[in-house]
């Protein structure tokens, strides 16, 4: 047997070991282009040839568009770029979990530069939230992906957390001080969008729909007086009294009211010397 041969046998046992240290006994099957499996291997790594992370992370943000997280997959994944799974974790990572953090992450990585820095720090606070709730407004079934990896989602955030650090040192804000100001507004910014996308609205006229006006119909005025009073100006403008989801009607109200509330207080900190390092 020559060289050449054992060097090719020893070749596809080596990456048929590496696929089952991955996935274990249930390793993804790829469409078959032909009759042939040697042809399906081929095209499968034919396309990852093109591969890099970028086209990975926008192939994977297209599938949560149409499909839902609950329609999103490595496999899914995989399966719509025509490469083997395996193939897609070299580029962004070495589990499911680094795959989502750079969807995240890619969503909001290039909302701002420092070259486009207004001089003002309040401007720069307006300007990334009204540009990162239009970003995610774009991709609203991506948002509930944002809570759980932007809290720990390190350098694919690096860029516009450096933007949100300037905007506060700017302000005034050092030390400790400056952690905790940076935590009030990113907690502000990702929470109201992800509560606001949180999931997809109900069907007009469907039995959840029905069952949920019944329920608010039924309130009792003397126990809620304020809540049966401005139920009409709340109902499907505000959270909790809502059954339509955020990309169909926009809470744009409240989150107008929730940045200046933020700069207002950032302010008052600012003046009443809550600035500093302790």
Request: charged share 20%; glycine share 10%; aromatic share 8%.
């Amino acid at each position: 047997m020559s060289i050449g041969i054992l060097r090719l046998i020893f070749c596809r046992h080596l990456r048929r070991a590496a696929d089952c240290a991955l996935w274990g006994s249930q390793q993804p099957r790829l469409p078959m282009t032909n009759k042939t499996g040697a042809t399906k291997r081929y095209v499968g790594r034919a396309a990852a040839i093109g591969l890099n992370r970028d086209r990975v992370v926008h192939a994977a943000i297209e599938l949560i568009d149409e499909e839902g997280l609950e329609g999103f997959s490595v496999r899914a994944l995989a399966r719509r770029l025509n490469v083997y799974p395996a193939a897609l974790y070299w580029h962004v990572g070495g589990d499911k979990t680094n795959l989502l953090a750079e969807i995240s992450g890619s969503l909001i990585a290039s909302l701002m530069t420092l070259e486009d820095l207004p001089d003002d720090w309040r401007q720069t606070i307006r300007i990334l939230f009204h540009r990162f709730r239009a970003r995610v407004h774009e991709h609203p079934r991506a948002a509930p992906l944002l809570g759980p990896h932007i809290r720990s989602n390190g350098a694919p955030n690096a860029a516009w957390v450096e933007i949100v650090l300037k905007a506060l040192t700017q302000a005034g804000f050092e030390g400790r001080g400056l952690v905790d100001a940076f935590n009030a507004v990113i907690g502000a910014l990702e929470g109201y969008i992800t509560m606001e996308l949180a999931a997809e609205g109900a069907t007009e006229g469907s039995a959840w729909v029905e069952a949920f006006d019944a329920g608010l119909s039924a309130l009792d005025k003397s126990r809620f007086p304020l809540v049966t009073e401005h139920l009409p100006q709340m109902y499907n403008r505000s959270f909790v009294m809502r059954w339509k989801s955020g990309d169909e009607a926009p809470l744009d109200g409240g989150y107008n009211c929730l940045i200046e509330t933020l700069i207002l207080g950032l302010e008052a900190q600012t003046k009443r010397g809550g600035t500093g390092a302790r």
